[in-house]
């Protein structure tokens, strides 16, 4: 078969089979559709059919093949990551600063520092280091990779849950909001590449003042036209991020936080969302799925996936426990809060991916990380869901 008619196979296969095991499962209570993508990546990657039926990957996931689902992929999550940073709201997070501050620090303080004792117990043992990354880096990212949050899927959810346009919902999305500012920022330090210094430095100077003109150009455009420019300037950003050595998430990220979430209408971007969802991120899922090794052993692997869970989940949990004590929340709040912040699937999928390129990673400490993410992530519906239907007082409440 040419190279046309294998790349079919593979999307038959990426959009099919997650699909039927979503539906016919009925697994959308504990593990939504985005959820069984991710899983069914893992599942069609090298470590799982690809080691049990070795034909079949090298037949239809030809060097060619895997390098166009990558291009698709590279697009999607750059969109994805633009939206997020488009939905910061830094404004409210100022009107409440010492809630949202005490809440987002802790929440994310917390998990960070349990999450870098479970690195640095990883680092006990040969195969987690990367070939280029430093022990700092490692320790630091794993550890960040346990605090973070995933914006878009927490909008997801609490869309499922009906909390969203509620003030607690309100109230979850400024934390976040915080927590993904501080996630981008200690990656950009993780990436920080003192080679090439001068470079990083001409990208971000340069940022700020085609950025500020940028906010300009796009305040005088009617909204029709912000669309189209907010995708050359994605592109634009992502380019300089990866040239600087920032990687080009970092950039994406950065187009989207210097954009205004008011300069475009809200269904509209919630519908994009949704759409990049359906049409483009499945690609991700599996080409994440394709970088998974499991070379020391699956058992090892998930052994290093429990304690890295263990340590995210108690981290958010303690850390809004701690924020819950100092604000004087109702019994139950910092439970449901804590719980929902747990959410991280794509977002630490995203910057996992972005260690195991630069190689601060192996690919065993990816696949570790992605299992934790996909069970953090399965675990939070679950937990949340029977909370708020005891505690629906707590929906109205707006600090």
């Avoid at 599942?43 to 291009?71: C, E, H, K, M, R």
């Avoid at 914006?151 to 499922?160: A, D, G, H, N, R």
């Amino acid at each position: 078969m040419n190279t046309t008619e294998l790349f079919l196979i593979a999307m038959i296969l990426i959009f099919a089979l997650p699909w039927l095991i979503w539906r016919i499962g009925r697994t959308e209570y504990y593990a939504p559709l985005v959820v069984v993508q991710i899983l069914t990546g893992i599942l069609l990657g090298p470590g799982v059919l690809g080691q049990a039926f070795p034909d079949y990957y090298s037949f239809v996931f030809t060097a060619p093949v895997i390098q166009s689902l990558n291009g698709i992929a590279w697009w999607a999550v750059m969109i994805f990551v633009m939206i997020a940073g488009i939905e910061l709201d830094l404004r409210k997070a100022w009107a409440y600063r010492r809630e949202s501050g005490i809440t987002a620090g802790l929440a994310l303080g917390v998990p960070l520092l349990l999450g870098s004792v479970a690195a640095g117990i990883l680092l006990l043992a040969d195969g987690w280091l990367g070939a280029q990354g430093l022990r700092w880096q490692f320790i630091l990212g794993v550890g960040m990779a346990c605090a973070v949050t995933a914006l878009p899927i927490l909008i997801l959810f609490m869309e499922k849950l009906d909390v969203l346009r509620q003030p607690i919902g309100q109230r979850i999305l400024r934390y976040a909001s915080l927590d993904d500012i501080a996630i981008w920022g200690v990656l950009a330090l993780i990436l920080m590449d003192w080679s090439r210094v001068g470079k990083q430095l001409v990208f971000l100077l340069a940022f700020v003042v085609i950025g500020w003109l940028f906010h300009k150009l796009m305040a005088r455009l009617v909204e029709r036209d912000r669309w189209y420019v907010a995708l050359i300037w994605l592109a634009v950003c992502g380019f300089g991020a990866d040239w600087a050595g920032l990687h080009f998430m970092v950039g994406a990220f950065l187009a989207g936080a210097v954009m205004e979430a008011e300069w475009f209408d809200q269904e509209k971007m919630d519908l994009l969302r949704h759409h990049v969802l359906l049409v483009a991120m499945p690609v991700f899922f599996l080409s994440t799925g394709l970088r998974t090794n499991w070379t020391l052993g699956g058992e090892t692997v998930f052994v290093a996936a429990a304690l890295l869970l263990v340590a995210s989940v108690a981290g958010k949990l303690i850390g809004v426990r701690i924020a819950g004590r100092i604000l004087n929340w109702a019994p139950g709040e910092a439970s449901i809060i804590g719980w929902l912040l747990q959410t991280k699937a794509l977002i630490m999928i995203i910057f996992a991916n972005i260690l195991l390129d630069r190689e601060i990673i192996t690919s065993e400490a990816f696949t570790a990380l992605l299992l934790m993410a996909v069970a953090s992530t399965m675990l939070t519906v679950p937990m949340v869901a029977p909370k708020l239907a005891r505690l629906k007082e707590l929906i109205g409440r707006s600090a």
